[in-house]
Every structure is written in structure tokens, then in C-alpha cells.
């Protein structure tokens, strides 16, 4: 399976009982799936099925499905039944404006068949069972375009995903190199404040290396680095994996801006406090660009 994206577009196109008909589908993305399709009310009865057949392959998305028919060029196909009740009505209307006004009768045949109801068009009897078979051919093909255009979205998104995970690996590195000079530095500091407080007074060596050991301790992001590397494996994996994977991409850069910002709030090394906020920055890009992922 692969990634897709929520994002695509397909068309199909087909013919039953004289009449061409277009089905597009277009989708956006959505925490859920929701469909909607707009059908003339002739063919309510084809919602049901599309819906089915969309939900099969759609996990997640806003999907819309538009529906459209006109008259195919199969003219031998279509008869047209002359309403006489109704024409003569109208001439006999014509007839007596004409007498009653003084205008003149103009009415032609041709003029006639353009008015409303003069004519009924017949097509040859088709059952629901053939329309639907049609229109579901013409939706597969729909489908076809509009899955690829979701992989092929999906693979972007993919890659540049993957880029800034890999970015945050590299940084998570650089922070536990940072991490045990940070308290190294902390100790040099303090020895140095301690010494210029007492001047020649002696230092109590075992108090600075329990403060030290203290500050170290509250320091630590042992923990938080290999939770997220923990994390990134499965960001990983889920990537690869593929199909409707969205919500879980979503939860794990939850966890992972949680890791981050612990990290942020125990790290006072300015050097590490600019990597966190890099890192912050990329997981943002991955909060947004998984927001259209299946």
C-alpha cells in the first residue's frame, strides 16, 4: 500500500438509453470520511451504490461525486410523440389573438414544436439494474484517475515528510552530544562562583558534585531523546506502511512536540534551546502536511 493523499480528481464518462453522462469525483481533506454526490432526482436511486463503491476505496476525505447527463447523438434511438390535444390548443389560442387583437397569426410548425409540452421525447425502455451497471462502469474509471492522483500526491507528501524526519534525527543527535557538556559548563560556573564567594576560604568538593549530580539529573533528556527516536522509527515505519495512516501520524507529532518541549523546558544551553526551536519549526511542517494524508 501506499501513502495517499486526501486531495484528487477523476472523471468517467458513459452511455445508456440515449443519453451521454459524466461522473467526476473530487475529494479534500477531512478528519472523517464524508461523501456527497449530486444526482438529478431521475437517478436518486444511484446514490446508495456510488457511495459504496467510493467508500471502498476512500478511508478518509470529503468526497463529492457530480453526476451529469445529455442527449447522445443516437438519434434513431429517441421518438418524438406530437401532444395533438395540446397543439391544436395552442393554435386555436393563436387563432383567436389573431382575431380579437388584429395581429397576425404567425405560428409555423417549426415555432410550434419549440413550445412547451408540444412534444414528448420517448427514449427505448431501459431498467435501473442497466443504468446502474453503466454508471458504476463509468465511476470505476473515475475512481481509477482519481486514486492515482491521491498517490501520486501522497508520494510528495511522503518525501517531504521522510526530509523532516530526518531532519529532527540529525538534531535529536546534536542534542545528546550538547547534553553532557551542558552540565559540564554548569559545574565549571558553579566551582567558579563558589570559589569567588569564599576567596581563600576551601571549597566543599562533595556539596559541588551533589549540586552538580542534581542539576544533571533535573537536566537529563536521556529519556525524552529516546522516546523520540522511538517515535521517529514509527513515523518511519507508518510512512512505509502506507494506506490510511493519517490519524496516527497525527497522535505521534503530538508525542513527539511533547518530547520536544520537555527537552525546551529543562535545557538552558543556548545551544540546545536553538535546536529545540528548529525542531518545533519542522514538526509544524509535518503537523500541516499530514493534515492531507489518508
Known sequence: MTVKSMTGFGRGTGSFGGLDFTIDIKSVNHRFFDFSARLNKDYAFLEEPIKKRVAEMVARGKVDVYFHTEKNAE???????????????????????????GISNDLTAARIITLPDALTITRPEI??????????????????????????????????????????????????????????????????????????????????????????????????????????SQFYDLLEQGGPIGKKLDFLVQELNREVNTIGSKCSCIEITRIVVDVKSCIEKIREQIQNVE
Do not use: W
Not at 434511438?77 to 382575431?99: G, I, K, P, Q
Not at 536521556?222 to 522516546?227: C, S, V
Open 75 to 101: 438519434e434513431s434511438e429517441l421518438t418524438a410523440v406530437v401532444n395533438e390535444d395540446l397543439v391544436r390548443a395552442y393554435l386555436n389560442a393563436a387563432e383567436l389573438l389573431s382575431e380579437n387583437f
Open 127 to 232: 431498467s435501473d439494474d442497466e443504468v446502474k451497471a453503466a454508471v458504476l462502469s463509468g465511476l470505476n474509471c473515475a475512481l481509477e484517475s482519481f486514486i492515482t492522483m491521491r498517490e501520486q500526491e501522497g508520494q510528495k507528501l511522503k518525501s517531504d515528510i521522510q526530509n523532516n524526519l530526518d531532519f529532527i534525527a540529525r538534531s535529536v543527535e546534536k542534542i545528546e552530544k550538547l547534553a553532557p557538556d551542558s552540565v559540564d559548563a554548569y559545574r565549571q560556573r558553579l566551582e567558579a562562583r563558589i570559589r569567588e564567594m569564599l576567596e581563600d576560604r576551601s571549597m566543599d568538593e562533595a556539596r559541588v558534585l551533589t549540586e552538580v549530580a542534581l542539576f544533571a539529573d533535573k537536566v537529563a533528556v536521556d529519556e525524552e531523546t529516546i522516546r523520540i527516536k522511538s517515535h521517529l
